[in-house]
């Protein structure tokens, strides 16, 4: 790990202690701490280098038209090895797939005996101009930014995509200050809003602008705190407990 990755981790460490604050009503901080430490970013030296803000931009925008999402794959197919491809009824016409449906009532892509995609053959979508919506539109780069693994298939994806894709260095203002508010909103979502950690992954990339704000306030007493001695972060943190307001939204 990298000096620069490691004073972040260690900044981000020193964070989780950070609770509660005006912005940390619940929690939310030590979720993105820990998120931090499941998944370290080493991307592979071929790596496609990709602009945070730019990409989530054009994501929106080809959603928003029901479009598709190009995702630079380069032959990977990691997703269909292990995605559990939900049909959203919605988009995609249900009886025209071979699925099944779960306890929990979702109707889902039928898999291979090895847990890959029924459609996957030869390593290749054999239903790509009619594949769902969900694998439309699906990002593994989401997953990257957000830094969340939301269900054990999930770590293979994410795996892919940090040895796939890299964020440019230094990055600029605009994608770190974007990184920052999308990982506090996933906190966000999954610890107040409670919701599960895709959804609240769908939530994050939607509405981290409207967190900006709070993070750009949590980001200066970072670092505040992180130039005081042990002795004097400790009364800091005394002392901000017994001022700060309670409570969420
Ligand atoms: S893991 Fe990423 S690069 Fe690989 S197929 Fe899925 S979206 Fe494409
Ligand atoms: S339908 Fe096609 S793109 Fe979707 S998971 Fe299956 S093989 Fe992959």
């Given at each position: ?47 496609v280098e990709f602009t945070p803000t730019v990409w989530v931009r ?134 107040v809003k409670k919701m599960d950690s895709e959804a609240a992954a ?8 409207e967190h900006v704000k709070a993070v750009r306030i949590m980001s ?30």
């Amino acid at each position: 790990m990298g000096r620069e990755a490691r004073r972040k981790r260690e900044q981000r460490q020193r964070a989780a202690k950070l609770t509660p604050t005006p912005g940390n009503p619940h929690g939310v901080l030590e979720m993105q701490g820990l998120a931090a430490e499941v998944v370290e970013f080493f991307p592979g030296p071929d790596a496609v280098e990709f602009t945070p803000t730019v990409w989530v931009r054009e994501m929106f925008d080809s959603i928003a038209a029901k479009g598709q999402v190009e995702v630079p794959c380069g032959g990977c197919t990691t997703c269909c090895h292990h995605a559990t491809v939900e049909i959203h009824e919605q988009f995609d016409d249900g009886a025209s797939y071979q699925t099944h449906i779960e306890p929990d009532g979702r109707r889902i892509l039928n898999q291979q005996a090895d847990g890959s995609c029924i459609y996957l053959t030869n390593n290749q979508c054999s239903i790509y101009d009619r594949r769902p919506v969900v694998c439309r539109t699906f990002d593994c780069r989401a997953y990257m930014v957000l830094a969340v693994v939301p269900s054990p298939g999930f770590k293979f994806i994410l795996e892919k995509a940090n040895e796939k894709f890299k964020f440019p260095k230094p990055m600029s203002p605009a994608d770190e200050e974007f990184i920052e508010a999308a990982r506090f909103t996933f906190g966000y979502a999954v610890s107040v809003k409670k919701m599960d950690s895709e959804a609240a992954a769908s939530y994050a990339l939607e509405h981290w602008q409207e967190h900006v704000k709070a993070v750009r306030i949590m980001s200066k007493m970072r670092d505040h705190v992180a130039s005081l001695s042990p002795e004097d972060q400790q009364k800091f943190l005394e002392e901000f407990k017994r001022h700060a307001p309670r409570g969420g939204r």
